[in-house]
């Protein structure tokens, strides 16, 4: 499935690095809930990745909609933006966001 596809879709996010826990190479906290959608893969062959935002405490697994997603010009590796159905993020916000990963690398946010 093409990345874009997912937009608008309801997915559940498994989340492996949960809100307040550390990058196991790079040591940085993560701010916010991380994890991948089981089955998928992504450009880089591994699951695809999702930032899980709006829900602000630390999660094992979570169902909610694909609001945006982070395409990385400069990587393999897109990165779905997951919310809960009554939330919403512009751009700039899921920017700031996810800015502690995401500042590693070129992207732009495509929004449905």
Do not use: C, W
Request: glycine share 6%.
């Amino acid at each position: 499935m093409n990345t874009k596809d997912y937009l608008n879709k309801t997915v559940t996010v498994k989340i492996d690095r949960p809100m307040g826990s550390h990058h196991p190479k790079h040591g940085f906290i993560y701010p916010i809930n991380y994890g991948f959608i089981p089955d998928t893969i992504s450009g880089d062959g591994e699951e695809l990745n999702a930032y899980l935002l709006g829900v602000f405490e630390p999660v094992e697994t979570y169902t909610g909609k694909v609001i945006a997603i982070i395409h990385r010009t400069n990587d393999d590796d897109d990165k779905l933006i997951i919310a809960p159905e009554d939330k919403t993020y512009t751009p700039d916000q899921i920017r700031a966001l996810t800015e502690f990963q995401e500042r590693f690398f070129k992207s732009e946010i495509i929004t449905p």
